[in-house]
């Protein structure tokens, strides 16, 4: 119990401590019910625990990594109205500089989960196929390709006729093959994303 | 209001590119706590990389849960930014037990007894002092040291630590007024063994000056 108390009245005084700090009082609080010693162990830790400010390089190159993570994450409300947006290559590099950001985007990761994140990091790293914007794709295919492919697959022709170009018909056969095969067509975000259509590009034939 | 961040939080929701408001406002927070958790700047910012990355991919399923008691000045994001932060780093300290690590003290360089040169008190604390209080703290068990950086470098309130490190608030009141404990007898240690290095060996430094000038 008196450990409690002791604990209880020391916490008082760091919380008196660190208000004087940022009111950049010169003298420290001064309490005599808490020892001497961890009073001024709480002092010296105050004035020696700096907050430090990362470089301003790095504060912007991962500044630029999460817009163009949140871009991929808006995609999808996009590909449903039916534009085709540009994305920026550097999305590839998320998944290099952070495999397990598939798995939380999909769901399957919870980042606070201290059990799960350990387990996760102790898998080997994989290619896994990920989410992004509707449209499943790897690090190893060009995401503006597999956004074309979504965007393109989700619409009819212009003209009332199917186009022959190459990835239109990359796109068709793909379909046959996965409606052949009885595979259930991915929707997202009310987009129709044609996931064996990517499956399909990039697997075998 | 419960959550201070909650307007930034539902705007970055609305627009995911809205959460660089969050990510400007706690990127030191979070960088400060990598770097005394890793000891190194490069590992540091991989791991502050990877925080900022998750959080975003795992905003939609953010949920506020900011409780009366915690005051007006709780900030439930921020508690769940740190809890992906602390599983970040106790994984990326795994992954380094394997190979060696540079000392703070270097990594923090000459910035490390100057937080603020407007700080009256800051500037009062010596670069041995600071040094001391490094090595103290390098030195206490992986849950003590975390909660010290948070209580003194994130200035997080008792609560907002035990929602960070998953205890009760009395829990973590005792661990950090142990770990107190435990940095004023390392402290002390070290002058003694400085004192008594000068005993020792060193003469005292007026008989040093002494004999410099006679030199």
């Known amino acids: 119990m008196s450990d409690e108390v002791d604990a209880l009245v020391a916490d008082r005084y760091i919380d008196a401590l660190l208000a004087a700090a940022d009111r950049h009082a010169v003298d420290a609080p001064s309490n005599a019910a808490v020892d001497p010693d961890v009073r001024e162990a709480a002092r010296i830790l105050r004035a020696s625990l700096v907050r430090v400010h990362p470089s301003f390089r790095f504060e912007e190159r991962l500044a630029g990594r999460l817009a163009d993570l949140a871009l991929s994450q808006v995609r999808p409300a996009l590909a449903a109205g039916g534009s085709l947006v540009e994305l920026p290559p550097a999305s590839a590099s998320i998944l290099d500089a952070d495999p397990l950001v598939g798995a939380i985007i999909r769901g399957e990761l919870d980042p606070t989960d201290a059990d799960a994140v350990e387990a996760a990091d102790r898998l080997p790293p994989t290619r896994r196929p990920l989410l992004v914007g509707g449209a499943i794709t790897s690090a190893a295919i060009s995401l503006v390709g597999v956004a074309y492919v979504a965007w393109r697959a989700s619409r009819p022709s212009a003209q009332g006729r199917s186009s022959n170009r190459a990835m239109a018909r990359a796109a068709r056969a793909a379909r046959a093959r996965r409606v052949a095969a009885g595979v259930s067509t991915l929707v997202i975000a009310g987009a129709s994303t044609a996931a064996a259509v990517t499956a399909g590009l990039g697997g075998p034939g | ?215």
């Open chain 2, 1 to 215: 209001m419960l959550d201070r961040d909650r307007s930034l939080v539902e705007a970055a929701r609305r627009d995911p590119a809205r959460f660089d408001a969050l990510y400007r406002k706690y990127l030191a927070q979070v960088y400060s706590f990598a770097l005394y958790e890793l000891g190194d700047h490069h590992a540091a910012e991989d791991a502050t990389e990877r925080v900022f990355l998750r959080a975003l991919a795992a905003l939609p399923r953010f949920r506020e849960q900011a409780r009366p008691d915690d005051g007006p000045e709780a900030s439930t994001f921020r508690v769940w930014l740190f809890r992906i932060a602390r599983n970040t780093v106790a994984n990326e300290r795994r992954a380094r037990r394997r190979r060696p690590a540079t000392s703070l003290e270097a990594a923090l360089g000459a910035g490390l007894a100057v937080a603020d040169p407007a700080d009256l008190e800051a500037d009062a604390v010596t670069r041995d002092e600071a040094g001391e209080a490094i090595r103290a703290l390098r030195a206490l068990p992986d849950d003590r040291r975390r909660a010290l950086t948070l209580r003194f470098v994130d200035e997080m309130t008792t609560a907002e630590i035990a929602g960070v490190l998953g205890r009760s608030e009395g829990a973590v009141r005792v661990l950090i007024h142990r770990a107190l404990g435990a940095v004023a007898r390392e402290l002390g240690r070290e002058r003694g063994t400085r004192v008594g290095d000068h005993d020792g060996e060193a003469p005292p430094a007026h008989d040093a000056g002494t004999r410099d000038a006679r030199s």
